[in-house]
């Protein structure tokens, strides 16, 4: 039995690492899969550690003993624990059909929860959106924002009256996330075209968390647009009636 538990460990170990690999990236509120204890994994989320005791109080990735570590909150059971990133992988059904049930936990019910956490954060890429080749003060854009992958943005000056800066050696741009508050510097792999057709390549489904805002920015980017194509057509009608 004991021999049993080893290689039912090493195995399960050997499955989330190798999943993980294909996801090259996790984030604050991502469903994921994570290894629970005594070589388990269980369906969990990426919160914030709101745990005094521990390291890293008030984030949700760390380093422990130079590895990075993201705070997980496992389904059906609610404690927190700090997972190396290695153990973390993505709620893939193939790793949802390999998970054990955990004694005194109830699996099913976890899984579900999981699910439903998943389709309350996915953004659905159907195809990735243009690339640009340049980006100028005031275009309207696509910026990655948060643990959305795509917002509607525009580019504008900052405080210091700055659109445009250069660090180590990288060009960034100041981005208004539209129909927010937020705003940072974006780096140009980081933005892309922004379309006046429907947003095809975020498929946000309407139990989405972000929806609403998702909707409310892409129409305020449409009304920018709409009034910039106005202002240039009352402008060209002036100069031809002189």
């Known amino acids: 039995m004991f021999a049993y538990s080893l290689l039912l460990c090493h195995y399960s170990s050997t499955m989330i690492h190798n999943a993980f690999r ?6 604050l509120g991502r469903a994921i899969v994570a290894l629970f204890e005594e070589g388990t994994f269980w369906p969990g989320v990426i919160r914030i550690c709101d745990v005094e005791e521990e390291n890293g109080v008030g984030e949700w990735e760390t380093e422990i003993d130079e590895v990075l570590h993201f705070w997980v909150v496992f389904f059906n059971n609610y404690q927190g624990d700090w997972v190396p990133h290695s153990m973390v992988a993505d709620l893939t059904e193939s790793n949802l059909r390999q998970l054990i049930p955990v004694r005194g936990l109830h699996l099913e019910a976890a899984v579900q929860e999981a699910v439903k956490r998943r389709s309350e954060f996915s953004v659905i890429p159907l195809r990735p959106p243009p690339l640009l080749r340049s980006v100028d003060e005031g ?13 509607p943005s525009i580019v504008k000056k900052d405080d210091k009256g700055d ?5 180590e ?6 981005c208004k996330y539209l129909g927010t508050h937020d705003h940072s510097w974006v780096s140009l792999e980081n933005i892309r075209e922004f379309s006046t057709e429907e947003l095809y390549y975020n498929a946000v489904s309407k139990s989405n968390i ?4 998702i909707r409310k920015a892409t129409k305020m980017a449409r009304s920018i647009l709409q009034e910039r194509v106005s202002s240039s057509d009352d402008g060209a009608r002036s100069s031809n009636g002189n």
């Open 22 to 27: 294909k996801a090259p990236w996790q984030h």
């Open 139 to 151: 275009d309207i854009v696509l910026c990655r924002f948060s643990i959305c992958p795509w917002w």
């Open 163 to 167: 659109w445009i800066t250069v660090k």
């Open 169 to 174: 050696r990288t060009a960034l741009f100041h």
């Open 210 to 213: 972000f929806y609403n805002q």
